[in-house]
């Protein structure tokens, strides 16, 4: 039986293992892991994380270097206990990380706003605004505010502030059809 992984992502990179905080080195290893899990489940080609790495600041060797964060992601992943899910994979496309929807905070985050799409159509007002409510108790402010990339920066943080914003919008407007008076979004309850 393997121990479970969890990671989140709003505002810091965390990882924990068995409920218990993975210390997380800086710097490459930890942007190379942010990377991953924003396209949690995906492949991504290797030229993606090279520039999400290093930029215009390329290393001599761009792809011995990526191998050997790699390698030593693994290592500090796989450290002390036996999983399968969360391992990183290799493939023709590129790299993954294979997570549970239940062990990503950004993936419980997306399937919630699916969910409440899916409610906003039937028209179950409630329960999209109880849904959303949860959606947005999982943020935690700025995306990877703790990872240097200026690549992730630039083209996933502003992609996961909207997804954000839009979930707020969507929140104030069904409480606003529920004839709800909203002065706090759950994510301004649960930082306080």
């Known amino acids: 039986m393997g121990c479970e992984v969890s990671f989140r992502v709003p505002e810091t990179l965390d990882v924990a293992v068995a409920d218990r905080p993975v210390e997380m080195p800086t710097g490459k290893q930890r942007v190379l892991l942010a990377s991953l899990l924003v396209d949690a489940n995906q492949a991504v080609p290797v030229e993606c994380l090279v ?23 693994r290592q500090t992943l796989d450290a002390g206990r036996t999983w399968s899910v969360g391992a990183v994979h290799t493939s023709a496309s590129g790299y993954s990380l294979r997570v549970r929807t239940d062990h990503l905070d950004l993936l419980r985050f997306q399937g919630l706003l699916a969910v409440s799409r899916r409610l906003a159509d039937e028209k179950d007002l409630e329960a999209e605004r109880g849904v959303l409510a949860d959606t947005l108790a999982l943020w935690r402010g700025t995306p990877l505010a703790d990872v240097h990339s200026d690549a992730l920066d630039r083209d996933v943080v502003p992609a996961l502030t909207e997804r954000w914003i839009s979930a707020i919008e969507q929140y104030h407007d069904v409480c606003l059809r529920l004839g709800r008076q909203v002065l706090q979004t759950p994510y301004e309850v649960s930082a306080r």
């Open 51 to 73: 520039d999400r790495l290093w930029g215009a600041c390329l290393p001599s060797r761009p792809r011995s270097a990526l191998h050997t964060l790699l390698t030593r992601l």
